[in-house]
Structure formats: structure tokens, C-alpha cells
């Protein structure tokens, strides 16, 4: 695959689950993959093991300093970012008379603030080039709500209009912006959760690997006329 040859993806949460997937496809497509994430000795190893054109950074996504530190070493190990994944995310659940402000403000600031912030860090970048495509993982919970999962769904919803409000806005920089909502995913997210409980038509969870063909092709000029737009990979979960 040559698809993404000569160009440069940072992914955000890239050490392990679904982010760590984005990063092996986007690296075998043939770009140079940035690994950012809080936890270095993961992304470092998984840095280690793609070898050339990877490279482990820190970042804390809710931090405006952390992302430009992110940024800073994406420039200067590979000169430029053409593709941002904002994948970093975290949820919690609680019934809304049991949900403390505390759970809601620390999932809106990883999933909906570190996307504002991850866009706003490389956008100047992106400008001068006239190219990018940033990548923003929503859910199917950013589709439909889901009973306790309050600041996880706002954050999510959050995420989809972030997105076409970009796509709008950077469209004519040549920068294409679109969410993908993946479905059940087994991850450690996800690892207490029944796969069972929701009924899945292609009669499984997801793998992280199932939700990187789309990450990719959003990525590569194969969707060059494509922005402001969800792609949902969830096995016909919400169908
Ligand atoms: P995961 O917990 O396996 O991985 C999340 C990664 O994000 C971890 O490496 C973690 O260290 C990193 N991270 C968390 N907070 C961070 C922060 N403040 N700064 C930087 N990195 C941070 O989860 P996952 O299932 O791989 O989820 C990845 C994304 O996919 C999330 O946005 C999640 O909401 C979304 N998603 C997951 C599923 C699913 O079923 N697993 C479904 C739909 C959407």
C-alpha cells in the first residue's frame, strides 16, 4: 500500500486499542506515524517495533502546552503533519442523579476539548501547506444516546459538530475534516462491557483493526472530495 506515502499522521491515543491500530495502517500505508499519547512506555515500544518513520511523543490532549510540545516533535522528526487523528478518549458511566460534575468535566475535557485543542495545533501547519485531513473518532454514541453514558454521548455529539463546523471553516485551506463512529470495539475500554447485550447484524464485536480500513482511506487522497462527513463502522449496530 503506497496510498500514504511521503505523508505524515500524528494519532492521538495511539499506544494501544483502536489508536494503536490506526498507527500500524497508517504506517503500512506508507506514512510516517507520530504515537502520541500519555502512556510512553507503550507508545515507545510500539515505536520501536514499526521501526523507521515512527516516533513516540507525549501528550496529554487536554493540555494546550502538551499538544504543542506533540506538535513540535512531529515537525521536527518529519517537518510537517498532513493527517491528525483524534482518537484519544476515555468514558464513564453513572445514572444522572449519581454522576458528579467531576466524571462529566474530565470526559468533555479529554474527548471534546482535546479535539478542539488537537485541531487548533495544527492547523497553522496544515494552512501553509494547503493540504490535511483530520480524523475525529466519534461513536455510535455520538449518533443515538446511550442510558448513563451522559458526558460520554455530549462529548461524542460534540465531536460530530465539531467536525462539520471545521469542514466548513477549513475546506477552502484545503483541509478536509470528518468523524468516524465506530460500534462495539473490543478494547480495554470496552472489556467489562457484554458483547452480547447488543445485537451486532454481522454477529460480532469489532476488532480495533475493522475500524482502520475507514481511518485510512479518510486519511489518503482516495476521499479527497470527502469532508464534513460521519462514517459509521459498527457491524450494523444502528441500522
Ligand atoms: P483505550 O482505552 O484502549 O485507548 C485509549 C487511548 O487514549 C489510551 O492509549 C489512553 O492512554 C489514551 N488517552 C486517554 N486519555 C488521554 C489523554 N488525556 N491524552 C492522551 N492520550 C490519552 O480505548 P479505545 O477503545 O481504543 O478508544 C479509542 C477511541 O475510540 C476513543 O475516543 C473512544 O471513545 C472511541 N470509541 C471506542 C469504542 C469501543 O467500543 N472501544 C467505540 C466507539 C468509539
Known sequence: ????????????????GLGEAFARALHAAGASVVIADLLDDDAGRLAAELGDRALATHLDVTSQ????????ATLGA??????????????????IDHYPVAKWDAVIAVNLTGVFLGVQAVVPTMKAAGRGSIVNISSVEGMLGGSHLHG?????????????????ELGPDGIRVNS????????SMTSRLDPTAVP???????????????????????SAYTTGTELVVDGGMIA
Not at 205 to 216: N, Y
Open 78 to 95: 518529519f517537518g510537517t503533519v498532513d493527517v491528525l487523528v483524534n482518537n484519544a478518549g476515555i468514558a464513564n458511566a453513572g445514572p
Open 152 to 168: 460520554y454521548v455530549a462529548s461524542k455529539f460534540g465531536v460530530r459538530g465539531l467536525t462539520k463546523s471545521l469542514a466548513v
Open 180 to 187: 468516524v463512529h465506530p460500534g462495539f470495539v473490543q478494547t
Open 200 to 222: 451486532i447484524p454481522l454477529g460480532r464485536p469489532a476488532l480495533p483493526a475493522d475500524v482502520a480500513g475507514t481511518v485510512v482511506f479518510l486519511a489518503s487522497d482516495d
Open 65 to 72: 502546552e502538551s499538544w504543542a510540545a506533540a506538535v513540535d
Open 1 to 16: 500500500d503506497t496510498r500514504l506515502d511521503g505523508r505524515v499522521a500524528l494519532v492521538s491515543g495511539g499506544a494501544r
